[in-house]
């Protein structure tokens, strides 16, 4: 059964940065379209960036265009957040998910598109 596996988060000072890293052990990732999003203590879950098999990006959350990318490094078998100027309102647990039914990524984020999502890895910004 296919799971993902989240790393690269940590405490960074506001105005930092951070790359986040999706992965997957025993499965390809290249046919298949990742969704990056997070959720914050007492808030729903929030689409970030999605990005289909053949590298198109989908942005769910206006507040992060501009200072997060995603990207597929097909070679390496993962998909990365990099996220810069990051901001006291970016902390959240962030996880990964394939979409579930297809190879390109929703136009709207929906929970439920996705699956195969991990344990989350924690992003902190503070001083």
């Known amino acids: 059964q296919l799971q993902l596996v989240e790393s690269g988060g940590g405490l960074v000072q506001p105005g930092g940065s951070l790359r986040l890293s999706c992965a997957a052990s025993?499965?390809?990732?290249?046919?298949?379209?990742i969704g990056w999003f997070r959720q914050a203590p007492e808030k729903e879950r929030e689409g970030v960036y999605c990005?289909?098999?053949?590298?198109?990006?989908?942005n769910y959350a206006g507040s992060v265009k501009g200072r997060f990318t995603i990207f597929r490094d097909n070679m390496k078998n993962t998909v990365y957040l990099q996220m810069n100027s990051l901001k006291p309102e970016d902390t959240a647990v962030y996880y990964c998910?394939?979409?579930?039914?297809?190879?390109?990524?929703?136009?709207?984020?929906?929970?439920?598109?996705?699956?195969?999502w991990g344990q989350g890895t924690q992003v902190t910004v503070a001083s």
């Open positions: 998910g394939v979409v579930s039914y297809g190879t390109t990524c929703p136009v709207t984020f929906s929970r439920s598109d996705f699956a195969s």
């Open positions: 025993g499965y390809t990732l290249d046919y298949y379209a």
């Open positions: 990005i289909s098999m053949t590298g198109g990006t989908t």
